[in-house]
């Protein structure tokens, strides 16, 4: 079996592509099991984000997996694959791992060194894993991809480099409404990204921080962390014109503020402008809103362009050779598992002819002393054990050189080892998901 990523993301894709193709949860878990449930693939996880939508895949064949996974992707988005094969990527293997690593971290996100995709990816894996899509090569893989992640956040100043989506709009405040220190601002969502964004302007001196959201008591409770107020999603529009910015970031499947709305609020502000930083894909805001006097919208693909000289400074190169060096030692570590269970049949074998010439031993001279007959028996076992040693050894050390595999197998058919007996210690264990907060967006 083997690993494979497919995906799109703002790297490669239009922002209208990736509104087409992204995935609420029920969708994503559909995908998932549309997947597993083909031919060539038993494991998979989808992750949609503001940004991307890709997918990981544990396939028995490199070619009917991809085929699996890319006619499953279309038909779950409603893009023909036609039009989605020319920005799609496609990881396989190690490049694969390197990318869930690089992922975990921040560095692949449209604000590099971001930390919300921890959160994503860990709502990814726990759903696909309450579903039933993942199993031990999935799982380890990502629950390692987030180990990844948080040394990289906790180990280089890449937070402090990397502007968020929001820090990057509100960058832009300035020129179209004024600063942030001040202003009345609106937060339209409170999942992970509508908590970050009421989190950022109330820091940066916001005169008010009012929160929407569809659930009111979610709303309360990001209202109350940062001394704002909460109200109802019915009075959303009203809402609107006493905000000098709104940022929205819903999750929605369809447009929630209208250009409508917008002039409807524009009426009441006196001639005041307003800033709509739209956090969302598909985009929240109206796209026809930034023909309107007074207003300026921001959405993905100007933020996407703002973004894109964070550049190759020191704490992202630092970032960088964590992930290198972690990517070497999960390959490393995944080679020694891959070759540990002919080892270990190899040494049952060896123990089972040692047991039974001990036995065939004791039927022939029963009256031995014990003494003598445990000498005996210490004999055997140092003779075994000098004699598999080397063997042992060395596809150790060959599989960390990647040849691990076409030893072990020679290993197998020198000592006729039952392949059953190998498939029982080649399994790994399930590694549990953690117990950390959810983080939505």
Known sequence: MSLLVLGLSHHGAPIGLLEAAALDPAARGRLEASIVGSEHVVEAVVVSTCNRT???????????????????????????????????????????????????????????G??????????????????????????????????????????????????????????????????????????????GMGALAATTVSQAGAASVTV???????????????????RPWAERIEALAGADIVISSTGATGVVVTSHDVVAALAERDGRPQLYVDLALPHDIDLSVSDLDGVTRIGLAELGEALSSAGDVPQVREARDIVTGEVAAFLTERSSEAVAPTVAALRSRAQSVVDDEMARLERRTPDLADAHRAEVQRTVHRIVEKLLHAPTVRVKEMAQNGQGGSYAKALSELFDLDPREVSVVSTPPVIPATDDEEVGR
């Open 114 to 191: 971001e930390a919300q995709i921890l959160g994503q990816l860990r709502e990814a894996l726990t759903r696909a894993q309450r579903r039933g899509h993942v199993g031990p090569a999935l799982n380890t893989l990502l629950q390692q991809a987030l180990r990844v992640g948080k040394r990289v956040h906790s180990e280089t100043g890449i937070d402090d480099v990397s502007r968020s989506l929001v820090g990057a709009g509100l960058g832009m405040a300035d020129t179209a409404v004024g600063p942030v220190d001040g202003a009345h601002v609106l937060v339209i969502g409170a999942g």
């Open 212 to 230: 929407v959201n569809r659930g009111l008591a979610r709303a309360e409770r990001v209202a109350e962390r940062v001394g704002g107020s909460a």
């Open 54 to 112: 890709e997918v990981y895949a544990e396939g028995l064949t490199f070619h009917g997996a991809l085929t699996d996974v890319s006619e499953a992707l279309a038909a779950a988005t409603g893009v023909p694959l036609a039009d989605l094969q020319p920005h799609l990527y496609v990881h396989y293997e190690d490049r694969g791992i390197a990318h869930a690593f690089s992922v975990a971290a921040g560095l692949d996100s449209m604000a590099v």
